[in-house]
């Protein structure tokens, strides 16, 4: 039995949820906060389809509970949203990574916007369009946000 002596890199995922975190806690002028993307969301998915053994509903529901800590928002919330939508990830991780950046895209779309809604049920509805913004501009930058998490997973050869 060979024993693993590469390092597993393993603290670099949760070195960049923990950059997700603070940006998100960022304060924007009220224009922009309508419209800020879900990084957390964002990483939580790509880690999930890249290690998914690695990255599973337990973490997504640690960093949601580190999110309502930090927001302030009632506790459990985002954990529950950010683990229903890993659940959703780990189930389809296989065909997720097989489909063109374009098409992960739209998937994020559905995700982040199944995630923000569940994270508003306890908060004043927002009606109209503004429901959308946060996951049409993480839809937007996923292409980036994926090649980013990308060279770092693979500079730091996490595994």
């Not at 309502?68 to 296989?94: E, K």
Request: hydrophobic residues 60%; proline residues 6%.
């Amino acid at each position: 039995m060979a024993i693993n002596t590469r390092p597993q890199q393993i603290w670099v995922i949760y070195v960049t949820l923990l950059i997700a975190i603070v940006l998100m806690i960022l304060p924007l002028p009220d224009a922009l906060r309508l419209a800020r993307p879900e990084f957390v969301v964002m990483t939580l998915i790509y880690w999930a389809m890249a290690l998914p053994q690695r990255v599973s509903i337990g973490v997504a529901w640690f960093t949601g509970l580190v999110m309502d800590i930090t927001t302030g928002s009632q506790l459990g919330i985002h954990s529950f949203a950010y683990a229903m939508a890993i659940f959703l990830v780990a189930r389809f991780h296989l065909q997720l990574r097989q489909y063109p950046l374009w098409q992960q895209a739209f998937t994020i779309l559905s995700l982040v916007f199944l995630v923000h809604v569940v994270s508003m049920l306890n908060a004043p509805m927002t009606s109209g369009w503004h429901i959308w913004m946060p996951a049409v501009v993480s839809t937007i930058l996923w292409p980036i946000v994926y090649a980013v998490l990308r060279k770092i997973r693979r500079s730091f050869q996490v595994s």
